[in-house]
């Protein structure tokens, strides 16, 4: 009599992305064929890994789509995310789920479909197309500054605003990298700022800089102390910015968010606007750089 095997095995990569160093940029755990994984496992894995997020690759139930992809926290499912795009696509072309020539593929996720594109080479350069942003709710200066742990002074003079491509993110714009550095926010102080909104909400500081901006981003919330690289909320930074002119809103701009610095894991997050004021949309791209394969045996029924 042949006894069954009660463990069933799935593969998973450990990649950084934004980055082309090892052990810098944002982790992310990849599992190229989750089939047979439950969503209450998939949370329980995220959790289980502790990244920042982790993803499940599935059969697209769209025919315009090359597969679906499930983002999860620690602590719970997100709609979209940046850098599980940009790290899933990586692993779809290495795995060969996505044939490696494609410029061009589209990914199936909670906010809908997820364009990208691919610039090819010894290190490619995987770009998303950002989904539609929504402009929301301002926020009084003063407020964000006493959550921050930060002066009013520190605060440039432009209205803190929520704004939300999939992820509800408050952009809050600060003086220098010296003021991005020294900002804080807690529990509370998230609590403050998302008032009666239903959704949990990320904060976000930055500071305008030649190249771009200089950023930070907190989602404790999400259970996300803080987020070396948040491709999610990079593409509204970029609306942001460009409603306040903080930087060029013509066609074919592009500029550079230096992100996780100041937790040792710095991230490159690139953006390319289309069409006046992004019109035409906003792409954020970057690189991503493999660091583990491993496999993960789990009990099943």
């Known amino acids: 009599m042949t006894l069954m095997n009660p463990f069933r095995s799935y593969r998973y990569w450990l990649v950084d992305v934004f980055t082309t160093q090892a ?12 089939s047979g994984i439950d969503d209450v496992t998939m949370q329980k894995i995220a959790k289980e890994m502790n990244l920042a997020e982790a993803t499940f690759v599935l059969s697209a139930s769209r025919t315009d789509c090359a597969a679906c992809v499930r983002i999860f926290t620690p602590t719970q499912e997100m709609v979209f995310a940046g850098h599980p795009t940009v790290g899933t696509s990586f ?11 494609r410029e061009h593929f589209v990914l199936e996720e909670r906010v809908g479909p997820v364009p990208v594109r691919v610039e090819s080479g010894e ?11 929504q ?45 991005v550095d020294r900002a804080w926010i807690d529990l509370r102080g998230v609590k403050i700022l998302r008032g009666t909104n239903p959704e949990s909400i990320c904060v976000f500081v930055f500071t305008p800089t ?13 259970g996300v102390v803080e987020d070396p690289a948040t491709g999610s909320s990079t593409g509204p930074l970029a609306a942001f910015m460009m409603r306040h002119k903080l930087v060029s809103s013509a066609p074919g ?5 230096e992100q996780g610095t100041k937790m040792g894991r710095r ?35």
């Not at 200066?141 to 992820?167: F, H, I, K, M």
């Not at 030649?210 to 999400?222: D, E, L, N, T, V």
């Open 23 to 34: 052990l810098e940029g944002n982790q992310l755990a990849v599992f190229p064929n989750a």
């Open 253 to 257: 701009t592009m500029f550079v968010s």
């Open 91 to 101: 692993v779809l072309l290495e795995e060969g789920i996505v044939a490696k020539n």
């Open 123 to 133: 290190c490619p350069m995987i770009w998303l197309t950002t989904p539609p942003i």
């Open 210 to 222: 030649p190249q771009g901006a200089y950023s930070r981003m907190f989602a404790p919330g999400h």
């Open 267 to 301: 991230s490159l997050l690139y953006v390319k606007i289309h069409g006046d004021l992004g019109a035409d949309g906003i792409e954020v791209g970057g690189h991503v750089t493999p660091v583990a394969k491993g496999d993960m045996s789990l009990r099943m029924g």
């Open 135 to 179: 402009f929301g709710m301002c926020y009084d200066r003063s407020v964000c500054a006493e959550v921050l742990g930060l002066d009013l002074n520190d605060l440039l003079d432009v209205t803190p605003q929520l704004l939300s491509a999939g992820n509800p993110t408050v952009l809050i714009g600060l003086r220098n990298r010296d003021a």
